[in-house]
């Protein structure tokens, strides 16, 4: 989803718009630091060079990427195997033409003809399963956010009731709703006033084009300047009025292709709200009705192997996939961190929140069926099920699989305010060594270093990586630009792919160490995220290291030389 700048035309129409336990680590080597204290130069890239920003170097490009150049230069002569990494998201894309020639095979299984020829219980499933299904072939795409289960589990027991009728046992449960009723409700009214604002928004915006389009005839030009405009000699005075209108636009450096732009970011984001207010929808429960017992985590083979989902409504897994691994070497589209991989698809995460029990055994299925990575570019804020996840992320950890997780796109405090899922059960403690989760970073080496959207946390998010605009895989053989912690996440997996396939001989918790005590450390100040806003433009200044647990960006380059150096001292 992108973002809404300020921006001119609203200033012209008056119109203010809403936008949308510390990590232990087990292992000790020593301390490998490559510190860069000063700020990189600013320079302007070409709309090419912002394609791969990520992948850039701070000192050689003056942006602050992973440094993949140097990372692969430094592998020179070595070699690696290939990696299974598991893309847990909403579908991935398997005949995109970047992905296809990546994904990986159950050699176990036979194409096509309807049995379980490896006994797993997942029937032809040759490129991963999903979840979010039944084996007549039906799909889920939409689905409630958890507050709105959790809501009208809420009024189907109390509403109706006094409060001097529930019993005893009931009274934290009901304090309880009664506080997420409330968030529901403000929450409703909140994403209608700013439907209501983005209506009223292109209202306004369509004034503004119209006067474009007036002026336009009235100086006989296809393209408007101020130099043109102060020809112009209108006589009648809606006209004069029009022309100092786009005179005045023009004079505040607005331009015509600013304005069809910011409409275009506008309709998308009214899109993207209307999308949203289906998860409030108490009446929308596809998934609850594909006939598996959503809440026994032991009813666990259903589903069917169409990874993709729907390829007019999904995305989000196939950018992450190919963050990772989109093909390095055809010259097409985008490029992944690294092609040494092989991509399972595991789809468990709908238009909505997903379900405790398919993530749970979303995970469990990639650990059973090889995957050394597990991608999780998802979140929510509510888990009633969260002991099943739990259980899944220390099942992936006895079977040394790192599950690399995004922070979040809230702006907030994850130390404070909890986000699932998650490898700490009280904020503080972490029960398990293999989750390493990620905020999300620009490519700006300055006070705007932190996307002003991602979550972070000194005790609860690990590390950063690069997470704005970064141009990936979508369906259909089609790529654009996203933004989110969605992004920052796989960036991360194809660095802990790296280190996994040159250096097989390290564990997950090892990898999560070096991606941790590898990364950039930075010294300087930054905006909090989060903390922008119509009060303070400016933002609260912080020091980036207490964004996180390292206060460090990843760094392929400097993982490799301390993966090489923890492997040879083993």
Known sequence: MKNLKTSIFVAITSIILSGCGATKVAVNPPTFENIIATPAKKIALSDEALKTWHHLDITTDSIAGISLAKAYKFLEGKKGKPVVVAIADSGVDIEHEDLKNLLWTNKNEIKGNNKDDDK??????????????????????????????????????????????????????????????????????????????????????????????????????????????????????????????????????????????????????????????????????????????????????????????????????????????????????????????????????????????????????????????????????????????????????????????????????????????????????EFTDNVITIGASSLHYNEKLPADFTNYGKINVDVFAPGVDIYSTIPKDEYEPQSGTSMAAPATSGVAALIRSYYPNLSAKEVKYILMNSGVKINFEVIKPGSQNEKNPEGKMVPFSELSVSGRVVNAYNALQLADYLSNKK
């Open 120 to 429: 797993n219980g997942y029937i032809d499933d040759i490129h991963g399963w999903n979840f979010l299904g039944n084996a007549k072939g039906d799909i889920v795409n939409a689905d409630q956010l958890e507050i709105t289960r959790l809501v009208k589990k809420g009024r189907l027991k109390f509403d109706g009731k006094k409060a001097s009728e529930i019993t005893e046992a009931d009274k934290e449960a009901y304090q309880e709703y009664l506080k997420l009723d409330k968030e529901y409700k403000a929450t409703i009214v909140e994403k209608k006033t700013e439907m209501q604002q983005m209506q009223q928004t292109l209202e306004n915006l369509k004034r503004v084009q119209d006067a474009f389009d007036a002026v336009k005839k009235i100086a006989k030009k296809d393209t408007l300047t101020v130099a043109v405009l102060e020809k112009l000699k209108p006589t009648k005075l809606q006209d004069v009025m029009l022309v100092n209108n786009v005179k005045n636009i023009l004079n505040q450096g607005g331009t015509e292709a600013e304005l069809v732009e910011y409409k275009k970011n506008v309709v998308e984001y009214k899109e993207y709200l209307e999308k949203a207010m289906k998860g409030y929808d108490f009446d929308l429960n596809v998934r609850q009705n594909l006939g598996d017992d959503l809440y026994d985590v032991n009813d666990k083979f259903y589903g069917n192997n169409n990874v993709i989902g729907s390829k007019d409504l999904e995305m989000h897994g196939t950018h992450v996939a190919g963050i990772v691994a989109a093909n390095r070497n055809n010259n097409k589209g985008a490029v992944g961190v690294t092609n040494n991989v092989k991509i399972m698809a595991v789809r468990i995460v709908p238009d909505g929140d997903e379900h405790d029990k398919d993530v749970a055994l979303g995970i469990r299925y990639a650990v059973d069926n090889g995957a050394k990575i597990i991608n999780t570019s998802f979140g929510k804020r509510f888990s009633p099920n969260a002991a099943w996840v739990y259980e899944a992320l220390k099942y992936a950890a006895e079977k040394d699989v790192l599950i690399v997780n995004a922070a979040g796109n809230d702006g907030k405090n994850i130390d404070v305010r909890k986000s699932f899922p998650s490898d700490s059960k009280d904020l503080i403690t």
